[in-house]
């Protein structure tokens, strides 16, 4: 349970959560790590803790470079118990250590925590605290993603110590991004940023506006999940891609999400994916019934057209297709064009709900489609002429 040094005097003593599946309803197939930094100077520095339950791995790496009492600062980037959760018990260990974090953050670990006796240095953007031979700066980023949210950049080694930003949920023997295959490390970033940061898009272009205007020159990222960025390559791709998703994406594809009962809307949802394959309009298609919701959600970062299918069960939505609606619209992906469709038994009309949901997102759409039973050769030719349709929009 070492520490491991990522720049000279400062080290990574964060923990790695292999067997985490699942992050509140995110799935989590590669795990997790909960990173957090300790800066070795006249004033030693801890950045960010981990999980309450991770804890005790966590103080065996502090412990392996010093000691609780020599600590004067620990950094709170975020508070959210990933972050936070041992937070308390390093406080316990080290008290006379003051915690930075902005207003934000002081009033999130008020409400968590018994934070009786804890002192506090509060910070601003653009506010700077020297700890010896390293400055650190500081950069608030209010709802990207929690109201507490900031990132701490070492000036002297073109540092970024970026919590949330820039992660994933990836566990690996790796440390850095170099020692592992790049183009799966992108993937999970990807999806990282389509299942947390989705919703905060104008955060993160003023974020990247803001690191801008405080001529931030950053050689290493080191998000709080995952492997470190190190390299203007790296920094550059991940930059670039977090532009690209903040703007949403949009590269004109198509993505088909849908449950079935007894076949009918997969029909569907055949029917409606030979239309974008006719048109050249690449096209993916996901059933609920195999793939998990944060699977489907990378796909909307680079989709225009969304097509929806809902087998209807008792005169409601079907289960699946309702945890994926709440799941998305909590998500918030803007500028798409929607196609709501279903089958039903004996009523129709819960393809309606559907439609409320692309109407609440501000969506573009066309009027949704609803057929009986089995959809016969002349309703999937109806069918796909209100695809064609969306594909107009
Ligand atoms: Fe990794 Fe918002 O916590």
């Not at 650190?136 to 080694?157: A, C, G, I, N, R």
């Not at 970026?162 to 592992?180: M, P, R, T, Y």
């Not at 920094?235 to 594809?253: D, H, M, P, R, S």
């Not at 298609?285 to 489907?296: D, G, Q, R, T």
């Amino acid at each position: 349970m070492d520490a491991k040094e990522i720049k000279p005097s400062i080290y990574w003593v964060g923990v790695k959560d292999w067997n985490l599946t699942e992050f509140h309803g995110y799935s989590t197939p590669h795990g997790s790590t909960y990173n957090s930094y300790l800066i070795l100077d006249e004033k030693i520095t801890l950045v960010d803790g981990v999980k309450a339950y991770m804890s005790k791995e966590n103080l065996a790496r502090i412990a392996s470079v010093t000691d609780f009492s020599k600590i004067a600062y620990i950094v709170v980037n975020h508070v959210e118990m990933d972050h936070s959760g041992n937070i308390p018990e390093i406080m316990k260990l080290a008290p006379q250590a003051k915690i930075v974090t902005n207003t934000a953050g002081k009033m999130a670990l008020e409400a968590h925590f018994d934070t009786a006796g804890w002192e506090y240095q509060i910070i601003k953007t653009g506010d700077s605290l020297n700890i010896g031979a390293h400055t650190l700066e500081f950069m608030t980023t209010p709802m990207l993603h929690w109201p507490d949210s900031m990132m701490t950049y070492v000036k002297e080694d073109k540092l970024l110590l970026s919590n949330d930003g820039f992660g994933q949920h990836f566990a690996s023997d790796a440390l850095f991004v170099k020692e592992a295959p790049f183009d799966i490390v992108m993937e999970n970033a990807k999806s990282y940023y389509a299942n947390i940061l989705f919703p905060f898009g104008c955060q993160a272009e003023k974020a990247l506006q803001t690191a801008g205007d405080l001529g931030l020159d950053i050689e290493m990222i080191a998000p709080s999940h995952g492997l470190i960025w190190s390299g203007k390559d790296e920094v550059g791709a991940i930059l670039g891609n977090y532009a690209k998703w903040a703007g949403c994406g949009n590269e004109g594809k198509a993505v088909i999400v849908y449950d079935t009962m007894w076949g009918a809307t997969a029909t569907m949802a055949e029917a409606a994916m030979a239309v974008f394959q006719d048109a050249g309009i690449p096209v993916v298609k996901h059933c609920l019934a195999v793939k998990n919701v944060s699977e489907v959600m990378v796909d909307f970062l680079d989709a225009k057209y969304v097509v929806i299918g809902n087998p209807t069960l008792n005169n409601q939505l079907f289960p699946r297709v309702a945890g994926f609606l709440t799941y998305m619209h909590g998500l918030q992906p803007k500028n798409k064009a929607g196609l709501a469709f279903g089958s039903y038994g004996w009523k129709p009309g819960v393809v309606k709900k559907i439609q409320e949901v692309f109407d609440d997102l501000g969506w573009q759409s066309v009027e949704p489609f609803e057929e009986k039973y089995t959809p016969k050769s002349d309703v999937i030719e109806r069918f796909q002429e209100r695809v064609r349709e969306l594909i107009k929009l």
